[in-house]
């Protein structure tokens, strides 16, 4: 279904993953940034032959290629990716994106018709970190978890599943 789609995925932990191992899914070729060390979630636990278990369930499909983001060389590199993508998905912070040229100025200078498209917990314009748990809390959910005490953490990270699938839809929905 989307083969002819290239996708460059500079996100990390879920919502990012999820969408772009979503999109891979369904024929998209994605291209997985990671740092140097490799991605923070291939060092949790649950690794079997090589591969956590989590970074395995969100990445499959998917080539990777190691960059340091933090130097010249790095970013050189990520901006010849981007201009051979169709759609750039990240999830860092909007300071962090502009440092690092993945928020949408710097892509549309190297590649006018780049897709970006950004998760994050309080949108594009605030400089605060979200968490699933956070926002499951702020949201409600918690307090709709669990019979013991209110405030029970979900079993599943329900809102960052939500937001990859949701990112997902919006890229979808781009490109149809």
């Given at each position: 279904?989307?083969?002819?789609?290239?996708?460059?995925?500079?996100?990390?932990?879920?919502?990012?993953?999820?969408?772009?191992?979503?999109?891979?899914?369904?024929?998209?070729?994605?291209?997985?940034?990671?740092?140097?060390?490799?991605?923070?979630?291939?060092r949790w636990?649950?690794?079997?032959?090589?591969?956590?278990?989590?970074?395995?369930?969100?990445?499959?499909?998917?080539?990777?290629?190691?960059?340091?983001?933090?130097?010249?060389?790095?970013?050189?590199?990520?901006r010849?990716?981007?201009?051979?993508?169709?759609?750039?998905?990240?999830?860092?912070?909007?300071?962090?994106?502009?440092?690092?040229?993945?928020?949408?100025?710097?892509?549309a200078?190297?590649?006018p018709?780049?897709?970006h498209?950004?998760?994050?917990?309080?949108?594009?314009?605030?400089?605060?970190?979200?968490?699933?748990?956070?926002?499951?809390?702020?949201?409600?959910?918690?307090?709709?978890?669990?019979?013991?005490?209110?405030?029970?953490?979900?079993?599943?990270?329900l809102?960052?599943?939500?937001?990859?699938?949701?990112?997902?839809?919006?890229?979808?929905?781009?490109v149809?």
């Open positions: 279904m989307l083969r002819n789609l290239k996708i460059l995925d500079c996100s990390r932990v879920l919502a990012g993953p999820l969408c772009t191992q979503t999109l891979s899914s369904l024929g998209a070729r994605v291209i997985k940034v990671e740092p140097p060390s490799g991605d923070l979630t291939r636990k649950g690794s079997e032959g090589g591969v956590e278990a989590y970074f395995g369930a969100v990445n499959r499909g998917k080539e990777s290629v190691l960059l340091d983001l933090k130097g010249t060389s790095g970013r050189s590199q990520l010849g990716l981007i201009k051979e993508c169709d759609v750039v998905v990240h999830n860092y912070l909007p300071s962090v994106a502009s440092k690092l040229g993945l928020d949408y100025s710097s892509c200078a190297v590649n018709k780049i897709i498209a950004s998760v994050s917990g309080y949108g594009a314009d605030v400089n605060e970190p979200g968490y699933d748990i956070i926002a499951s809390a702020e949201y409600g959910l918690t307090s709709c978890t669990g019979d013991v005490a209110p405030g029970v953490k979900p079993g599943v990270a809102v960052d599943s939500m937001a990859g699938l949701n990112l997902a839809c919006g890229i979808l929905s781009k149809a």
